[in-house]
Antibody, heavy 117, light 105 residues
Framework: QVQLHESGPGLVTPSETLSLTCTVS????????WTWIRQPPGKGLEWIGYIFFSGNTNYNPSLKSRVTISLDTSKNQFSLKLSSVTAADTAVYYC???????????WGPGALVTVSS | EIVLTQSPATLSLSPGERAALSCRAS??????LAWYQQKPGQAPRLLIYDTSNRATGIPARFSGSGSGTDFTLTISSLEPEDFAVYYC????????FGGGTKVEI
């Protein structure tokens, strides 16, 4: 059974960089889109972007200038970095696995990241 | 960017009733639409992908239809565990989510 789990600081200072790692267990990194999605408290879902197992990335245009997603196949992990954060970046961050045309089928439990001084 | 508009924002129904949730895209997305269910404090769960295909383990009372810009998620007979928030998601070159429909008792 594939499992994903987010890890990283729960509190980030404004203007700093948010960093999260997702560890994938029970399956390989191959041939999937490894995705980050966030959800501000009480609001809807926002797609941040993905990295394909080949290393190709694709980001939400509204976040593109601040986002980097990377992959470490040796550790079965992928990571999110979001720079110059503000309070508007406070959200639950989900890592997830997507199969092309088959939806996002596995999700991590989510990690709440609060941006505050 | 492709915008997805879900309606209604809230649907108030009783167990046993039929629910029809709408998702409209700002431009054609072919069949590249998925539906998710989210309960409080939980990650979303995939229900339907590619417009009409049920994900593994999803009951037959959930069905999806549509094409182009207009899509519908139908729950044929609501069970108590179906009261939740539902999101549609398009996946063309990039992805976007709709704003969600809350199905409440």
């Amino acid at each position: 059974q594939v499992q994903l789990h987010e890890s990283g600081p729960g509190l980030v200072t404004p203007s700093e960089t948010l960093s999260l790692t997702c560890t994938v267990s029970g399956g390989s990194i191959g041939d999937y889109y490894w995705t980050w999605i966030r959800q501000p408290p009480g609001k809807g879902l926002e797609w941040i972007g993905y990295i394909f197992f080949s290393g190709n990335t694709n980001y939400n245009p509204s976040l593109k200038s601040r986002v980097t997603i990377s992959l470490d196949t040796s550790k079965n992990q992928f990571s999110l970095k979001l720079s110059s954060v503000t309070a508007a970046d406070t959200a639950v961050y989900y890592c997830a696995r997507e199969r092309w045309l088959a939806g996002i089928d596995y999700w991590g439990p989510g990690a709440l990241v609060t941006v505050s001084s | 960017e492709i915008v997805l508009t879900q309606s209604p924002a809230t649907l108030s129904l009783s167990p046993g009733e039929r629910a029809a949730l709408s998702c409209r895209a700002s431009q054609s997305i072919s069949s590249y639409l998925a539906w998710y269910q989210q309960k409080p404090g939980q990650a979303p769960r995939l229900l339907i992908y590619d417009t009409s295909n049920r994900a593994t383990g999803i009951p037959a009372r959930f069905s999806g239809s549509g094409s182009g810009t207009d899509f519908t998620l139908t729950i044929s007979s609501l069970e108590p565990e179906d009261f939740a928030v539902y999101y549609c998601q398009q996946r063309t070159y990039q992805a976007t989510f709709g704003g969600g429909t809350k199905v409440e008792i």
